[in-house]
């Protein structure tokens, strides 16, 4: 199994938008399913957004690349000039109560 996390601020005036790309038609709508999970959270402070996207493999997590919605969220998330830009970690799974398709 792989995993990322992805975190980064946005601006206080970037958070509605922010928001509504992600619960819309945003980015997640041309995730594939089989064989990935992705979901994204905010930190207390509502302007820290976190994206988790897990995958059976290497080739299934980059499928996320070839996702258009998720590389015009990404050009458009850079042109607002987050206040901490996105940092990208790998994570290791030590234990999971679900599988992946």
């Not at 980064?8 to 980015?27: A, F, M, N």
């Not at 594939?32 to 299934?60: C, K, Q, R, W």
Request: hydrophobic share 30%.
């Amino acid at each position: 199994m792989k995993a990322v996390e992805e975190q980064y601020t946005v601006k206080p005036e970037y958070v509605e938008k922010q928001s509504q790309h992600q619960k819309g038609d945003g980015h997640t709508s041309g995730i594939p399913n089989s064989g990935m999970h992705y979901a994204s959270f905010t930190l207390d402070d509502g302007e820290t957004f976190v994206h988790i996207n897990m995958a059976t493999d290497d080739e299934t997590m980059g499928k996320l690349q070839e996702v258009e919605e998720f590389n015009l969220f990404r050009t458009a998330l850079k042109a607002s000039e987050p206040v901490s830009p996105p940092k990208s970690e790998s994570l290791n799974l030590v234990a999971a109560g679900f599988e992946l398709d």
